[in-house]
Every structure is written in C-alpha cells, then in structure tokens.
C-alpha cells in the first residue's frame, strides 16, 4: 500500500516556465515532508523540506505548498531551468513509519 | 558529491548467491540508512543503523542484514538472492539517527546496483 503517491510518472515543462510537481499521501499522522531530487547515475539530494504545521515554505526558485485538509502536496518551481530535468521525489517522515516514505517519482523534463 | 561512499557500483551473480554491498558515511555521520529502489517501485527504506545500533527497521526481508561497525561504515548482506532483489541499493546518512525536522538532512550516495541473474 503506497501511503505516499506520485500519480504522474514524468512531466514535461518549457523551459522558464512553472513546473508544478504534485504528491498525495494516506496517513495523516506524517509530521513532515521533503522533495528529493535525482540525476541519473546519482544518488537523490536533499531540496527543500516543509513541516506538517506549516503550509509553504520557500526557497529561491523552489516552493513548497502543503494542504493538509486534502492531504497534498505539491513542488513548484519558477522558472525552470534546464538543469532542473531529473527526477522528482516526495517522501515523507513520522506516521508510524521508520526512516523516509518515499513515492515513486516524477520524472520532470525541462525542454528548451 | 554527497560524501556517502558506496561500494560496488555494479554487481551481477547468480540467483541463490550472497552479496555484500558497503557504505561509507559522510564523516561525522553515526546513522547510516538502507534503502532499495527496484523498477516498479519507489525508495524502500530498510533498515538504519546509528553509532553501531540497529535504530529502525523497514521492509527488510529475513534474507537480508545489515551492520554498522566500530568506524562507522556499513554493509548490508543479501542472501539467497532472487531475481526481484534486482535493485539499486543506496545507502544514505546523517549526523543524528532521527533526520529532518531536526535539521539533519540525510545525504544519499550513488547507489549500488545489483543484477542477479
């Protein structure tokens, strides 16, 4: 049962425009919630993060929105930029679980 | 680069074989995290370590099991294998055993991957 879910599996976006990634999860009790993102033949790296009292937290080109009442999430980025085609993770911490939740990406392709 | 070091980056063997993947922490990391990516699936969190102690336990099967020792690294034994335990193994750490919200990221490495053929 994938209690974190990333319904799209890629995204395509025009480069300088808005990439709006999204996540849904099942267990309320998650007390907190992070993006990873991953290059191929790379381990995923730590991008911004958002605590489940709060309901956005900013950072540079990178915003993240949270709806508790809805149980979504979403990872916005303006502009996109070339370098950001990669691929997507939203996890989440606490809910009973140990260690990170994880969905199952989003693969986002910046085109020129 | 994360500063987790993760060795092999690639390994093929056969099905009923035994492997062992290793990992370096970032230095000054004590908890060190397993987690499984296969293609069907997300990251799978298995099991942690922090300062030598089994910390948290996920979807780890019986025929798996992980260490951390003295100097901090860590290995993690896969035995048995099957081919559904054809996956990309990272290892990832952090400086305390309890991650976000306290501030302490979890730095992943490359990854291992394992084909069992």
């Known amino acids: 049962d994938q209690q974190v879910k990333q319904n799209s599996p890629s995204l395509s976006v025009q480069e300088g425009r808005i990439s709006i990634l999204n996540c849904d999860y099942t267990?309320?009790?998650?007390?907190?919630f992070l993006w990873y993102k991953k290059y191929p033949a790379e381990g995923p790296t730590f991008l911004i993060s958002?605590?489940?009292?709060?309901d956005k937290n900013e950072d540079g080109r990178f915003t993240v929105f949270l709806n508790k009442s809805a149980k979504h999430l979403s990872l916005h980025i303006v502009p996109s930029q070339p370098g950001d085609s990669a691929v997507y993770f939203c996890a989440a911490l606490g809910g009973g679980a140990d260690g990170l939740t994880f969905g199952k990406g989003t693969h986002l392709i910046i085109q020129p | 680069d994360s500063g987790v070091t993760q060795t092999p980056k690639h390994l093929i063997t056969a099905t009923g074989q035994r492997v062992t993947l290793r990992c370096s922490p970032r230095?000054?990391?004590?908890?060190v995290y397993w987690y499984q990516q296969s293609l069907d699936q997300g990251l799978q969190f298995l099991i942690q370590?922090?300062?030598?102690?089994?910390?948290a336990k996920g979807n780890i099967l019986e025929r798996f099991s992980a260490q951390q020792f003295p100097d901090l690294h860590s290995e993690l034994n896969l035995s048995s294998l099957e081919l559904g335990d054809s996956a990309l193994y990272f290892c990832?750490?952090?400086?305390?055993?309890?991650?976000?919200?306290?501030?302490?990221?979890?730095?992943f490495g490359e990854g291992s991957w394992l084909t069992v053929v």
């Open positions: 958002i605590s489940s009292i709060k």
């Open positions: 267990n309320s009790m998650f007390d907190y």
């Open positions: 370590y922090y300062n030598g102690e089994e910390r």
């Open positions: 230095s000054g990391d004590l908890s």
């Open positions: 990832a750490s952090s400086v305390s055993g309890q991650g976000p919200p306290l501030g302490n990221t979890i730095y």
